[in-house]
């Protein structure tokens, strides 16, 4: 497992040379963010995508997926896990839309190797994600005070993301570009997201259909 975790290591490496940091999509031109999450149901993994306007952040379109589970849960290794299910589900969804930013709940380049799922993502469907993590997972960063209050997260003195605190009684949650934007935009396009609760509204709506959708496939079952 340990040679093998290194070959997937040096993977991501060579993944993260791919990631560029400049905004493929101008905020100014912004007519839909989308969202995606996973939820899991023994060796299943159902993955949920929505797709809200932009500013007004009104559901779009909405998506579902079922896949069998591939690769087993290792920290900084999720994309080997979550990644092909999520780029499923985003093509499916996010098919023939332009001007679109996908937030991922997952890591960006705030990862040891610079290459968190949301990373993945992108690279894979072409569409400008932000990855959004409730812990941190690299960097070094102050943690936010204040609601709205952001902080820089650092590798060595290179801005890689930002904490965020997004409600008075919540922790902060950790944002870094996947591919295609600059961390300043990354952070500008959650802030924006952001309606009263901890995670901005495409993920925590895509959180809730997944999580739906694996409440029902449970009742299908017990109910069979």
Same mark, same amino acid.
């Given at each position: ?26 905020? =100014? ?11 899991? !149901?023994?060796?299943? /993994?159902?993955?949920?995508?929505? /797709? ?6 009104? !559901? ?17 290794? %999720?994309?080997?896990r979550e990644g092909k299910p999520a ?16 937030? /991922? ?15 993945y993502v992108a690279i894979e469907t ?5 990855? /959004?993590? =409730?812990?941190? %997972? ?42 295609? !934007? ?43």
């Amino acid at each position: 497992m340990r040679e093998n975790l290194r070959e997937l290591e040096e993977y991501q490496r060579e993944l993260a040379k791919r990631v560029v940091l400049r905004d493929k999509v101008d905020l =100014k031109n912004l007519r839909y963010v989308a969202g995606v999450d996973q939820a899991f !149901l023994g060796r299943k /993994v159902i993955s949920a995508c929505v /797709v809200l306007s932009f500013p007004e952040l009104n !559901l779009v379109r909405k998506g579902v997926t079922i896949e069998d589970v591939e690769f087993p849960y290792i920290p900084t290794f %999720l994309m080997f896990r979550e990644g092909k299910p999520a780029v499923k589900v985003v093509k499916e969804v996010v098919k023939g839309l332009d001007n679109v930013i996908l937030i /991922v709940d997952g890591s960006g380049i705030a990862h040891p190797r610079r290459c968190g799922l949301a990373t993945y993502v992108a690279i894979e469907t072409g569409v400008p994600s932000v990855g /959004v993590t =409730k812990k941190r %997972l690299f960097g070094r960063v102050e943690e936010p005070k204040n609601v709205m209050e952001e902080k820089p997260i650092f590798d060595d003195s290179e801005i890689i993301g930002y904490a965020l605190k997004t409600c008075k009684n919540c922790k902060p949650i950790y944002v870094s570009p996947g591919n295609y !934007l600059t961390p300043e935009t990354a952070l500008k396009v959650v802030k924006a997201c952001v309606r009263g609760h901890k995670l901005p509204e495409p993920i925590r709506l895509a959180h809730e259909l997944a999580n739906r959708s694996k409440n029902r496939s449970l009742s299908d079952y017990f109910n069979f």
